[in-house]
Every structure is written in C-alpha cells, then in structure tokens.
C-alpha cells in the first residue's frame, strides 16, 4: 500500500518538475479547509465562500491516476457548490462534506497521522471555554477527515464537559443565547454517539451553531491560527 501510494507519488511529479509536490499540495488544502472553518465559525461567509471556491479550483497534477482524481474531483464539486452557499448554515454543511471527501480518499490512498494533543483544560468565563470550544472543534475536524475515532471523540468529550454557562458570557448573555449554549452541549452528546457515516452533518450543524452565537452576541473571535 505504501510503496504503492510513493509510486504514484513519483509517476505523478516526475514528469513535471514544476507540479507542486503533493505534500504541498495537501498542506494548502489543509490550511484553505482550516481558513473556511475559522470563517464559517466567526460568522464570515464571504471569506468561508472564497476559501471554499480555492479549495474548488485547486489542480494538484494533470498526470494524476484514476484513483487519484476520482475522489478529488468529488471535492472539487463539493467545494464548488459550496462556494455560492446563500447563507452560513448551508457552508457550515458543506464544510462538512468537504471533511467526509477528505476522509474518503484518505481511507483508499493513505492519510496524516493524528499526534497527540491534549484539550486545555477546564476553567471558569467566556475565553477560556471557548479556548476549549476551538480545540474541540479542530480535533473533531482531525477526527473526521483523517479518519480517527480517537480524536473525533476527544473533541466531542471536550464540547460537553465544558458546557458552556451563559453566565460565564457576562452581560451579553440573555434569552437569545442560552439556547445556543445548551445546543452546543447537545450537539456535543449526539456527537459522541455518531457514527462515522453521521459526522459531516452533525459538524456541520456544529459549525453553524458558533457561528450563530458570535454573530447574535457581537463577539467576533479573533483570526484562529491556520498552524497545524
Ligand atoms: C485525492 C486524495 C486525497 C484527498 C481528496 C485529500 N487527501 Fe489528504 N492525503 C492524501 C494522501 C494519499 C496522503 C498521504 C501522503 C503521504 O503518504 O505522505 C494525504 C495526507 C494528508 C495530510 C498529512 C500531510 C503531511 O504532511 O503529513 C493532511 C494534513 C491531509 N492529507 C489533509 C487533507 C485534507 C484536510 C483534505 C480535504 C480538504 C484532504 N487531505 C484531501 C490524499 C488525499
Ligand atoms: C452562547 C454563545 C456562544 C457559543 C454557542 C459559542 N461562542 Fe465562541 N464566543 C462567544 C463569546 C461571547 C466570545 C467572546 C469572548 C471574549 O472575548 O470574552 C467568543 C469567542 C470565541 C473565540 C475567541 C476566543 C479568544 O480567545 O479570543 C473562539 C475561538 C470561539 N469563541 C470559538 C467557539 C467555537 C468553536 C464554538 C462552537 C463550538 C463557539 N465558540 C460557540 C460566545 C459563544
């Protein structure tokens, strides 16, 4: 399998030198997909929507196998549609099948390794547990597009043993965003139980839900870091 993937590797650069590596094509669609999902979660469909179109455009190689460009061009259409969304819920599910097309061809060519990583840990107020609310989001990103169930399930634990208290948002919490609060907190259990085939959706819906709350509260989060 691996000498495999390495042969297609070369058969796929050799030809062309000034082909971008796939491993440089690969880390620009992990940093595009991990822009989209920092914009959709601040409420920013225009950048969600630009990232979206990249990520639909990309070429990696015009020497490509079938098995390669099979499940690229799945991702490829899937991020195309997603590029003309008319509103954030409906990027934030398209975010997520782009995750589940990711997943896919990692599981036939060979995917990343997830590396350890610990959540930070619990504390009271609105900016640490929404420290913990990012890091349980990229890791469920990690765990649906690797595939890995440990790390999809690290990411919903997170989610729903820091509930996020309304009143940890101070003043701006009231009525309008209590429900999301106790939706996060829901969506993080039904998470957990998910089956892999579920995941994108229930992400998705994740993903629009932060959103929501930023919006409605006026709280815009600060860029989220691409780095790995
Ligand atoms: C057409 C198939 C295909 C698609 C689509 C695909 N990948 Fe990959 N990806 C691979 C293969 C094959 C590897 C392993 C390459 C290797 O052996 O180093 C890989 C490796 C990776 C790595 C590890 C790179 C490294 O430096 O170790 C990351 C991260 C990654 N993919 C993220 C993604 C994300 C995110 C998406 C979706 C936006 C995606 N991939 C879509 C085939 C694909
Ligand atoms: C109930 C409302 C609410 C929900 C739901 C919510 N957030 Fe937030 N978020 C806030 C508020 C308010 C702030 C601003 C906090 C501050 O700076 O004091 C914030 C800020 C952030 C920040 C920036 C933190 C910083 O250090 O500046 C990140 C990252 C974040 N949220 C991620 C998320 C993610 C991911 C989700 C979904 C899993 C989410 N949030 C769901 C209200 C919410």
């Not at 099979?70 to 990027?91: E, G, M, Y």
């Not at 060519?109 to 959540?119: A, C, E, I, K, T």
Request: aromatic share 4%; net charge positive; proline share 9%.
């Amino acid at each position: 399998m691996r000498s495999l993937i390495l042969t297609v590797l070369v058969l796929s650069q050799a030809p062309e030198p000034q082909t971008p590596t796939v491993e440089k094509r690969m880390g620009d669609h992990f940093s595009k997909a991990t822009e989209m999902k920092a914009a959709i979660v601040s409420g920013k469909l225009a950048e969600a929507k630009a990232a979206a179109a990249w990520l639909g455009k990309t070429e990696w190689s015009p020497q490509m196998s079938e098995d390669w460009r099979v499940p690229l061009q799945k991702l490829r259409a899937i991020a195309t549609r997603t590029s003309i969304a008319p509103d954030l819920p409906t990027a934030a599910m398209g975010l997520g099948e782009i995750g589940a097309a990711c997943a896919e061809c990692h599981r036939a060519l060979g995917g990343p390794q997830v590396s350890d990583s610990r959540p930070p840990g619990p504390a009271s107020g609105a900016q640490p547990r929404m420290t913990r609310h990012g890091w349980a989001v990229e890791r469920m990103w990690l765990g649906l597009t690797t595939p890995s169930d440990p790390a999809w399930l690290a990411g919903t634990e997170a989610l729903a043993d820091a509930p996020l208290e309304p009143k940890a948002l101070g003043q701006k919490a009231d009525a309008e965003l209590k429900p999301l609060a106790n939706r996060i907190r829901a969506l993080g259990e039904r998470a957990h139980a998910a089956p892999p085939i579920e995941r994108a959706t229930i992400y998705g819906q994740l993903l629009s839900t932060c959103a929501s709350c930023h919006t409605q509260s006026g709280a815009a989060p600060r860029a989220q870091s691409s780095q790995r």
